[in-house]
């Protein structure tokens, strides 16, 4: 498999787009006043998007792609913190892909409120479209196979400027994502990932978030957070 491209519809994702907004907004739906924010944004969303299209290109690099503490695709080397655990004969398999949901700007909110409500719901698609391509990923694996949670640019000590690295080998443009000169991806609900397929779950390390202690509670981002309580 090399530059795949999956699609997702607004319909595909909504469920998981919608709990990622809960999340990040802070919502307590037990709350009318949190309910009728959640209205508000429902109805920002369908004014503005009432359809999207999430899109993914993917390569398998295979198990060879993986050495000493590396991804290396022809001259191209990329390392991040959370490879250091993980020795050559645990991965089977390296996948690389982009998510992206497209541009979520709204050009004339007549509130703030409402730009800040459009742009956490084009995170939240793009955060949801990578759950279903996790998910169409896993089905593929043989019942020996554990996938990794997502290594990308500014995660588990990847430079953020990395992105240019997955650039050169994979095919952004055909689901029209680029790279600017700062490592910024176009359009910005874009997300970059490498999934391992290892022989052991127990060489996985753990999602970066759940070992953090910038707060004592947890970030509200992190989906962690509730299961740690």
């Given at each position: 498999?090399?530059?795949?491209?999956?699609?997702?519809?607004?319909?595909?994702?909504?469920?998981?787009?919608?709990?990622?907004?809960?999340?990040?907004?802070?919502?307590?739906?037990?709350?009318?006043?949190?309910?009728?924010?959640?209205?508000?944004?429902?109805?920002?969303?369908?004014?503005?998007?009432?359809?999207?299209?999430?899109?993914?290109?993917?390569?398998?690099?295979?198990?060879?792609?993986?050495?000493?503490?590396?991804?290396?695709?022809?001259?191209?080397?990329?390392?991040?913190?959370?490879?250091?655990?993980?020795?050559?004969?645990?991965?089977?398999?390296?996948?690389?892909?982009?998510?992206?949901?497209?541009?979520?700007?709204?050009?004339?909110?007549?509130?703030?409120?409402?730009?800040?409500?459009?742009?956490?719901?084009?995170?939240?698609?793009?955060?949801?479209?990578?759950?279903?391509?996790?998910?169409?990923?896993?089905?593929?694996?043989?019942?020996?196979?554990?996938?990794?949670?997502?290594?990308?640019?500014?995660?588990?000590?990847?430079?953020?400027?990395?992105?240019?690295?997955?650039?050169?080998?994979?095919?952004?443009?055909?689901?029209?994502?680029?790279?600017?000169?700062?490592?910024?991806?176009?359009?910005?609900?874009?997300?970059?990932?490498?999934?391992?397929v290892t022989n052991n779950e127990s060489v996985l390390p753990p999602m970066a978030c759940s070992e953090c202690?910038?707060?004592?509670?947890?970030?509200?981002?992190?989906?962690?957070?509730?299961?740690?309580?």
């Open positions: 498999m090399k530059n795949k491209v999956f699609s997702y519809a607004k319909a595909q994702v909504m469920s998981y787009a919608e709990d990622f907004f809960i999340t990040s907004c802070g919502f307590d739906m037990s709350k009318p006043r949190h309910q009728k924010m959640m209205d508000e944004a429902l109805s920002v969303l369908s004014a503005e998007k009432p359809e999207v299209e999430m899109k993914a290109v993917c390569s398998r690099l295979g198990k060879d792609a993986y050495s000493g503490g590396k991804v290396v695709v022809g001259d191209v080397e990329i390392t991040c913190n959370g490879f250091s655990r993980i020795a050559d004969e645990d991965v089977l398999d390296v996948y690389m892909c982009v998510v992206t949901a497209g541009d979520w700007y709204m050009k004339e909110a007549t509130r703030a409120r409402q730009q800040v409500y459009m742009d956490t719901w084009g995170t939240a698609f793009a955060d949801g479209a990578k759950v279903l391509f996790e998910d169409q990923l896993k089905s593929t694996l043989a019942d020996d196979g554990f996938l990794s949670d997502p290594f990308g640019p500014g995660y588990y000590g990847m430079p953020s400027s990395d992105t240019h690295k997955f650039a050169e080998i994979l095919d952004m443009s055909l689901i029209g994502v680029e790279v600017r000169d700062s490592g910024i991806m176009v359009p910005l609900k874009s997300i970059a990932a490498i999934y391992l202690f910038g707060r004592v509670d947890g970030c509200r981002y992190c989906k962690n957070r509730d299961m740690a309580r």
